[in-house]
């Protein structure tokens, strides 16, 4: 077989003149003496033209693939093998167990002691439980434009007929504190009825300050609730649903959670419960009563996810023993750190606020006349490394470091050292050194003091 006998590698020429060829003979030419469109010459056309259409070879790695987007994240070991157990009948005593399990330890990593549901879903599914279960048809509430996701819940509430009002914003602050106490403070009427915040956007790692905007609720003296988007930092940035009297905190399984995607959750102050007794939004799945109900004795009123419930038992037991406290830390110091190597580049973080900084990802931008896109694709051939894309507004402007949910101090290396790469690789101009400062900010150089080396050594 020709292709046997002329490798593409030991023959590129070859290849290229045939390609030349084929292209002369399947375009019609000026003069049309060369054109032959006899059967015969069309067959070997298209035989040569398959083998040059062949895939290039695929280049295969070996390793670990690299997970940088902001989830869904890398699932650990423990939890995978967790989630592989034979399906058991979710009415029997044993799932009731599990579940009772869960429902209660999920308390603990949104500092609540109110009640949390989980939907079979995925985030958006919890996006519309918030939404049906508290308001009504024409309701107003307060939401601010701080990304991607914060568009496609505005989205999902104008679809249930709820009257947005929502405050512009560039895509590099998150939701302002003062600009919530103003807007309340002049709702005399009290006519809005939830202030809806997305805390981790994840389209450019801007964290809104959710303590701040309950404080200026409280100051404005308004009864709205406090619904938050908590998708991209559940389980990865501090979040306190009861003492930052959150009313809704939405949430999913696969970022700081460490699970598959597939299971999400609304946390629910009682102040929410009492709301949702009065709300005539249309509800059927997503109704928190028959939830409710169902989960005291630890079931579902339908089908749960079973696996997916063991591995988030896992999942649990994996951040109480790590302890909140320390998850948090350790994502901070992972950000810390990517920015100290983003900075040392020279690129420009999305974040504008220092304030603002996510623990969960970095948001990037190019500089002007570079392909964000085009980076990640050279990253994702060459080293195996998926990082995430710029969304709708940012699309190949950005690209997102994800640094959240299972990770550690080399991950982290990898991950910077495969940007750094990439970043030559594609000609993108910028300055050594990140992967360095970020190194210096994880292993800070320690005093000498004067000790000398053990001659044991
Ligand atoms: C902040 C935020 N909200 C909502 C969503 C939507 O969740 P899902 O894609 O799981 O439906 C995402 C997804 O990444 C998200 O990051």
Not at 150 to 176: C, D, H, M
Request: glycine share 8%; proline share 5%.
């Amino acid at each position: 077989m020709l292709a046997a006998v002329v490798s593409r590698r030991a023959a590129p020429s070859f290849w290229m003149f045939f390609a030349r060829l084929l292209r002369s003979g399947s375009q019609p030419r000026s003069n049309g003496s060369l054109r032959m469109e006899t059967g015969r010459r069309r067959g070997v056309a298209k035989v040569i033209g398959n083998l040059l259409a062949l895939p290039k070879r695929e280049l295969k790695h070996s390793g670990h693939h690299f997970l940088q987007i902001p989830g869904p994240t890398n699932v650990p070991d423990r939890v995978l093998r967790a989630l592989d157990r034979p399906v058991i009948d979710h009415r029997g005593p044993e799932f009731g167990r599990l579940a009772r399990e869960v429902l209660d330890g999920l308390r603990t990593v949104f500092q609540t002691t109110s009640p949390v549901v989980m939907y079979p879903a995925s985030g958006t599914g919890a996006w519309e439980a918030a939404i049906v279960n508290t308001l009504s048809p024409g309701d107003r509430v307060l939401m601010f434009e701080t990304g991607h996701f914060s568009q496609l819940w505005r989205k999902v509430a104008e679809r249930f007929g709820i009257q947005v009002e929502y405050v512009p914003g560039n895509w590099r602050t998150g939701a302002q504190p003062a600009e919530v106490e103003k807007r309340l403070d002049s709702d005399k009427q009290h006519a809005f009825k939830a202030v809806m915040v997305v805390h981790n956007e994840t389209s450019t790692g801007v964290a809104s300050r959710i303590a701040e905007i309950r404080a200026s609720m409280n100051r404005a003296l308004h009864p709205a609730l406090l619904i938050v988007d908590t998708i991209s930092s559940l389980a990865s940035m501090d979040y306190r649903h009861d003492e930052w009297e959150v009313d809704v905190t939405v949430a999913g399984s696969q970022k700081g959670l460490m699970l598959p995607p597939g299971l999400s959750f609304n946390a629910i102050s009682e102040k929410a419960l009492s709301a949702s007794e009065s709300a005539r939004l249309p509800r059927s799945y997503w109704d928190w009563r028959d939830m409710l109900g169902s989960n005291k004795a630890g079931f579902f009123p339908f089908t749960p996810a079973t696996n997916l419930i063991y591995g988030l038992r896992e999942a649990l037991a994996m951040l109480q023993e790590e302890g909140l406290a320390n998850v948090f830390r350790r994502h901070d110091r992972h950000a810390r750190a990517t920015r100290a190597a983003v900075q040392t580049w020279g690129l420009e973080i999305v974040c504008q606020d220092p304030r603002e900084y996510s623990s969960s990802l970095t948001g990037v931008y190019l500089p002007r006349g570079h392909d964000a896109d085009r980076l990640r694709s050279i990253i994702l051939d060459n080293f195996n490394m998926s990082l995430g894309a710029g969304l709708s507004n940012l699309a190949g402007k950005v690209f997102r470091i994800g640094h959240l949910g299972s990770f550690n101090d080399l991950m982290l290396a990898g991950t910077l050292s495969g940007v750094e790469m990439g970043l030559r690789l594609a000609g993108v101009p910028h300055r050594d050194g990140g992967v360095t400062a970020a190194l210096e900010c994880l292993a800070p150089p320690t005093e000498e003091k004067g000790a000398s080396v053990s001659k044991e050594n």
